[in-house]
């Protein structure tokens, strides 16, 4: 009766992915993690490289895209240390406490600013806000005085043209 050959399952896949991508482990230390159903052993290096050689190539790759996304999670919540990090990475921010450095690679030459805080000598005193005036106190209402035409102009002649409503 010949043997069977072996078949990868889904778990086993997801196994090779996760282990593929940590640093520095060996591929005998993945292969001891995977069982084969038939013998009940773990497999050999060679048969790991035949049957998982996508997983091992993409385990990086993959794992970089997961941390990424929840990365991205993490700056669109709002997370201060995600923030703190993103702003390090990516923008070449680094915040030493007292100190930020802020720097960019323009072609060969290499631009850094920093920016130094100083304490306030004002630190121990209290803040006094401005005084807030709750009271309305609006504008009175200005009118103009009335204004009473006369009947008839000084003179006694009475005008043509847009004043015609006074003659009698």
């Not at 993945?30 to 050999?44: L, M, Q, V």
């Amino acid at each position: 009766m010949p043997m069977r050959k072996y078949e990868p399952s889904e778990r086993d896949r997801q196994i090779v992915l996760r282990l593929g991508a940590v640093a520095n482990i060996d591929l005998e230390c993945i292969a001891y993690a995977i069982t084969n159903e038939r013998t009940g052993k773990p497999i050999n290096v060679k048969t790991l490289k035949k049957h998982y050689a996508r997983e091992l190539r993409l385990a990086k790759t993959e794992m970089q895209k997961i941390v990424m996304d929840s990365f991205v999670e993490q700056l669109k919540a709002g997370n201060a240390q995600a923030l703190k990090i993103g702003l390090n990475s990516y923008c070449g921010l680094r915040d030493t406490g007292n100190q930020i450095t802020l720097s960019a690679d323009k072609g060969n030459n290499n631009i850094a600013w920093q920016i130094n805080f100083v304490e306030s000598p004002f630190k121990d005193e209290p803040v006094a806000p401005e005084p807030i005036d709750v009271i309305a106190n609006p504008e009175p209402v200005r009118r103009l005085p009335k204004y009473d035409l006369p009947i008839e102009p000084a003179g006694g002649k009475i005008l043509n043209g847009p004043l015609q409503w006074l003659k009698k």
